[in-house]
């Protein structure tokens, strides 16, 4: 599997990364509902077999559990990772959870997070959200100095518009965005991928799947099947109108996927790969089984056609949108 340098850090990454965001499990704010750990660590395993060399996971997901999963799945593994992980998202005892850049606060967190995933040093830390946003400059001279100090190897931003990654430019470089990114959420073309290829930041985008939705396997009757901790229901691309477009494309995805043996998830991924400022795309996984439905992405190209048929039904939805609006 080709890897590609992740912006200006020393980090050559598969086009693919480990998600862990559902692996930590059920019974807080943004939840996928209840997960095995023994799955879990399948799953690590699975896609380290199949050449993936990085896991993107963060502190908040399952209040610190995803943490615990990587470390335990790494745990006298021959196929050591890099590991990458996010702050800026904080739990008190009740579970409730509140958003910080507050520099003391950064600096819990990521001897926190040092402890739980058992290493010494992680080699991406990223800010999960520009939250609060006039925070945002402390945060990010909090994370530059913890480079320094050698807590963290890189450093990166998640979820910044054009205008905080330029802020924190100015502080300290940036060595990679994570943002959403897909085919039914394409908005990161018009300014943050430009921004990026100009200042040499890398891109992980993370949802190329759209929450499981892309993957071909979602039907109206599973989602009415969710537990109530499932963040999923909740979210306008579950709900109409979104709903019944996104259904369309995973279907028109599925359609391309057979031609070539893959999968619609794999076309889903494979359409945020296209672009060159892509570093690498997130996948998560909850269960060994699912990597065999996307890692035929991570070489797979969508010829011009294809890629025309998916814009042809992004257009033809959005003006049935428009005219229901």
């Not at 889903?268 to 998560?284: M, Q, Y």
Request: with cysteine; glycine share 8%; hydrophobic share 40%.
């Amino acid at each position: 599997m080709q890897k590609r340098q992740l912006g200006n850090s020393d980090l050559h990454i598969t086009p693919l990364g480990i998600g862990t965001w559902a692996i930590g499990g059920g019974g807080w704010a943004f939840a996928w509902g209840p997960q095995d750990d023994s799955d879990s660590i399948g799953a690590i395993h699975a896609a380290l077999d199949r050449g993936i060399n990085w896991i993107d996971t963060a502190a908040v997901y399952g209040l610190g559990h995803s943490e615990e999963m990587v470390a335990k799945a790494l745990n006298g593994s021959s196929s050591r990772p890099y590991v990458f992980t996010k702050c800026g998202l904080v739990w008190d005892a009740a579970g409730t959870v509140s958003r910080t850049l507050k520099r003391e606060s950064i600096r819990r967190e990521v001897e926190a997070s040092l402890r739980r995933l058992r290493v010494d040093t992680i080699d991406l830390y990223q800010i999960h959200w520009p939250d609060p946003d006039v925070e945002v400059e402390e945060g990010w001279s909090a994370l530059a100095d913890m480079k320094k100090e050698g807590k963290v190897r890189w450093i990166g931003v998640s979820n910044f518009n054009a205008s905080q990654m330029a802020r924190a430019q100015a502080i300290a470089p940036i060595t990679s965005l994570q943002p959403p990114y897909s085919v039914v959420q394409p908005e990161i073309e018009a300014d943050l991928l430009p921004f990026c290829a100009k200042n040499n930041v890398g891109v992980i985008c993370y949802s190329p799947m759209k929450s499981g939705m892309l993957t071909g396997a979602m039907t109206r009757e599973r989602i009415a099947a969710m537990p109530d901790d499932d963040f999923r229901k909740r979210t306008p691309s579950y709900k109409e109108p979104l709903l019944s477009r996104n259904l369309a494309m995973a279907d028109l995805l599925k359609a391309i996927g057979a031609r070539h043996g893959l999968t619609a998830g794999e076309m889903a991924i494979a359409w945020t790969l296209r672009r060159p400022e892509v570093t690498a795309a997130i996948v998560g996984l909850r269960n060994p089984k699912q990597i065999e439905g996307v890692i035929g992405a991570a070489e797979f190209r969508l010829s011009d056609n294809e890629l025309a048929e998916i814009a042809k039904c992004l257009g033809d939805w959005a003006e049935k949108l428009a005219a229901r609006a």
